[in-house]
């Protein structure tokens, strides 16, 4: 009698991230832990060797970031995974496309959302594409209110903020109102300090060298 093979239909998708930023990375793997279903992170880290080995060697995706400097020198990488028919996630900002161009690899927005995140890498798994994927809306703040919401993610208190910019404590607390009120029309809520910094960072309004 024949033997029939049983699939898992509930295991988790695996990727495994290969990141030169190592916060970055880190955020992407808690985006991945709430997700519903999770989203298994089996391997991270910067060598894109853990994609070839390990648990990594087994991923259905490769998470493949590139933040600092030319991404020329890793595109080589990218490739030798397309090539070896690994579906990857690209997030990077200036990359050599032609390079690179293979069916099998999709960009990320380089100010992504955690929906667009696990949204992208359930497609990848699936063999979809990102041109599935959500528009991010992204609000027009003026530049006194960029400043104040730059400030307040480098400073402890409001008060501190107030000192610096010259202004009153309250006028600092109606900016950062108006900033959340921006986020919340967009789509993309913001009530804490935390949500605030995610915000910022996958707006491209500060980096986490200046926090």
């Keep these: 009698m024949s033997e029939t093979a049983v699939v898992n239909t509930n295991a988790p998708i695996t990727v495994?991230?290969?990141?030169?930023?190592?916060?970055?990375?880190?955020?992407?793997?808690?985006?991945?832990?709430?997700?519903?279903?999770?989203?298994?992170?089996?391997?991270?880290?910067?060598?894109p060797a853990i994609a070839w080995s390990g648990p990594g060697q087994g991923a259905e995706v490769v998470l493949f970031g590139v933040q600092h400097?030319?991404?020329?020198?890793?595109a080589a990488e990218v490739r030798r995974l397309a090539q070896a028919?690994?579906?990857?996630?690209l997030h990077a900002g200036n990359w050599p496309w032609a390079e690179t161009d293979a069916a099998s690899v999709r960009c990320l927005p380089r100010r992504v959302?955690?929906?667009?995140?696990?949204?992208a890498t359930r497609l990848a798994a699936r063999g979809g594409t990102t041109a599935q994927l959500p528009v991010v809306a992204i609000p027009t703040l003026s530049p006194r209110?960029?400043?104040?919401?730059?400030t307040w993610l480098r400073c402890r208190s409001k008060s501190s903020v107030a000192t610096e910019l010259q202004l009153s404590a309250r006028t600092v607390s109606s900016y950062?109102?108006?900033i959340r009120f921006?986020?919340?029309?967009?789509?993309?809520?913001?009530?804490?300090?935390t949500d605030l910094l995610a915000?910022?960072?996958?707006d491209g309004l500060i980096s986490l060298a200046e926090i």
């Excluded at 921006?182 to 300090?193: D, I, L, Q, V």
């Design 145 to 150: 209110e960029v400043d104040v919401l730059r």
């Design 199 to 202: 915000r910022a960072l996958q």
């Design 16 to 47: 495994v991230i290969v990141h030169d930023e190592p916060a970055i990375a880190a955020g992407f793997a808690a985006w991945y832990q709430v997700a519903s279903p999770a989203i298994a992170v089996v391997a991270a880290g910067p060598d």
């Design 113 to 119: 959302t955690r929906g667009q995140l696990v949204s």
């Design 85 to 89: 028919g690994r579906r990857v996630l």
């Design 182 to 193: 921006k986020y919340e029309h967009a789509g993309r809520p913001a009530s804490t300090k």
């Design 69 to 74: 400097g030319e991404p020329t020198a890793r």
């Design 176 to 178: 950062l109102e108006r």
